[in-house]
């Protein structure tokens, strides 16, 4: 049964589809249901953590010895990427010790450095969709009235060889792909559309005056809320095209504009990278370490920086040596005046940044004057 939830981008409406975390909950929820029930479950449902409804039929629910097994079939939507397609499978099997233990099988990349969601040694699966598989797991339980313990094994057959085509290797995930997603809903990625209905939603926030917030995604979303700063100006999220979002701020006589987001994504503006996804540019590691090396960085550091999977990897290196302020300041530094550069002085411009282990992490000069303006004066 095909997923029937739409986006609008632009003049089309493009189909969205479901995240590996979100199969991995539902097959999860599958086998425990035939290992508790003795029962095939045709359809398999769920919420998503954005509260989109999915329903899927398993590809398959058997019994394997003593395990239960069921695999669900990841859809991509009109986002087709290298995950499209594969079967994520659950076995879910009884054990003596209370409570729902979630592992990576075959298929599963495993972390090998640090900085990343999971710790290191750890499958690939990140937060959210441990906490749906587990939600998933628990209710069936729960129907059944079971008390003891069940131990849940993600594998995905061909994700060795499809995460070869993703950036794992370069993060220090082994093995196979990431069980991923925050929102449970895969948005299609078409560039044109993406940036057609970035425009649209600039003009609407052009409407309630001058002031606006750049966000690349849901984390700065949530950080933008978290500060407060959400009832000072619209927020429009720009995905990774920031810079066409900056050049339609200008055309739509935006006056003061703030952009926020993730150190992960926005340290790559202090290189003058306007669209932040990796198939273009990368070069965080790059940057940390040229940083680094102007604060007094010796070779030891900066060769560990060049090999920090994350900028949370890099960020625990500099404070381990001292250098965390001086460094993030350069860099903060340089953003601006690569923000500078792309606005030229068609409003006022200013980057906040954050990590989500280490929390607010600091602004530039442009920002932090369009804060205390903002803040001085009356809210939207």
């Known amino acids: 049964m095909a997923f029937e939830h739409y986006v609008r981008a632009g003049q089309k409406l493009l189909r969205c589809g479901y995240t590996t975390g979100t199969c991995a909950a539902l097959a999860a929820r599958g086998a425990a249901t035939l290992l508790l029930t003795g029962e095939i479950p045709k359809a398999l449902e769920l919420t998503t953590p954005k509260g989109v409804p999915v329903s899927v039929a398993p590809l398959y629910c058997r019994m394997e010895g003593d ?49 990343l969601d999971q710790p290191v040694g750890a499958a690939a699966i990140n937060s959210v969709p441990r906490r749906m598989i587990e939600a998933q797991v628990r209710s069936v339980c729960e129907n059944c009235g079971y008390t003891v313990g069940l131990a849940v094994t993600i594998s995905v057959p061909g994700g060795e060889e499809a995460a070869k085509r993703t950036f794992n290797p370069q993060l220090g995930v082994e093995g196979g792909i990431s069980i991923l997603g925050t929102s449970g809903i895969v948005e299609p990625m078409s560039e044109k559309a993406l940036i057609d209905t ?67 994504k926005l340290v790559k503006l202090a290189a003058g990278v306007m669209n932040t996804h990796s198939r273009y540019a990368d070069g965080r590691a790059e940057i940390f370490c040229a940083h680094a090396a102007l604060a007094g960085a010796d070779r030891a550091l900066c060769l560990a920086l060049m090999d920090a999977a994350t900028a949370d990897a890099a960020l625990a290196l500099l404070d381990e040596a001292g250098l965390r302020q001086p460094v993030l300041q350069s860099i903060l530094t340089a953003i601006q005046r690569h923000l500078d550069q792309r606005v030229r002085g068609a409003y006022k411009i200013g980057a906040a940044v954050f990590s989500n282990q280490y929390g607010p992490l600091g602004h530039t000069d442009g920002a932090g004057a369009i804060l205390a303006s903002w803040r001085g004066g009356a809210k939207l």
């Open 67 to 115: 395990a239960a097994q069921c695999a669900v079939e990841k859809d991509a939507g009109d986002d087709a990427d290298v995950t499209d397609g594969l079967a994520i499978v659950a076995t879910v099997r009884r054990t003596s010790t209370p409570g729902i233990t979630i592992d990576g099988g075959a298929g599963v990349g495993r972390v090998t450095k640090p900085g």
């Open 198 to 264: 970035i425009e649209l939603e600039l003009r609407q926030a052009a409407l309630n005056g001058g002031r606006l917030i750049l966000t690349p995604g849901n984390y700065g979303m949530d950080y933008v809320r978290a500060q407060g700063w959400d009832a000072l100006a619209p927020v429009v999220k720009c995905s990774n095209f920031i810079g066409d979002a900056l050049d339609a701020a200008a055309q739509l006589g935006f006056s003061e504009v703030l952009l926020a987001g993730h150190m992960g």
